[in-house]
């Protein structure tokens, strides 16, 4: 139960940390937000879901 949390959690991680990235290197990105953390946040999330979905994952085709 803990691995699909952690793989989760590290995707999500990256997503943000990639964005604050792009944010720092490229101000005109934060046109997009009213603020910093809500461009953050929303980037992030697009970031993650390409993430997501572009990487394999154990419990993607698991069988129960």
Known sequence: MLRPINEICI??????????????LF???????ES?????VVFGF??????VL???SEHKFSTC
């Open 11 to 24: 995707k999500a991680g990256m997503s943000i940390g990639i964005t604050c990235l792009l944010i720092t």
């Open 27 to 33: 101000d005109s990105l934060l046109l997009f937000g």
């Open 36 to 40: 910093r953390v809500q461009t953050v």
């Open 46 to 51: 697009y970031l993650y879901c390409v993430i």
């Open 54 to 56: 572009v990487t394999p």
